[in-house]
């Protein structure tokens, strides 16, 4: 038997927990100006998620320049 599932039965998904390190990626357009040269000073970098933010939104300590960046998931990818 199959049942259907309505969009309030799906558990969403966790991409990274708390502590989990991370390289930022960029994955947008030249033409989203502000995303991507905020993204490309960041390019590469590996951090450690410290916060989960609203909206799948992650902040990422970088050891290397002690700075916090706030980044999407889809900016994201394990490191």
Do not use: H
Not at 2 to 12: M, R
Not at 20 to 26: A, G, I, M, R, Y
Not at 27 to 50: A, F, M, Q, T
């Amino acid at each position: 038997m199959v049942q259907q599932l309505t969009i309030f039965d799906a558990v969403p998904a966790i991409a990274f927990e708390l502590g989990d390190t991370v390289e930022v990626v960029v994955n947008v357009e030249e033409k989203e100006v502000e995303d991507y040269y905020y993204l490309k000073l960041y390019e590469g970098s590996k951090g450690r998620i410290v916060k989960f933010l609203p909206k799948r939104q992650y902040e990422v300590l970088f050891a290397k320049s002690n700075r916090i960046g706030t980044f999407r998931q889809s900016e994201l990818r394990r490191g």
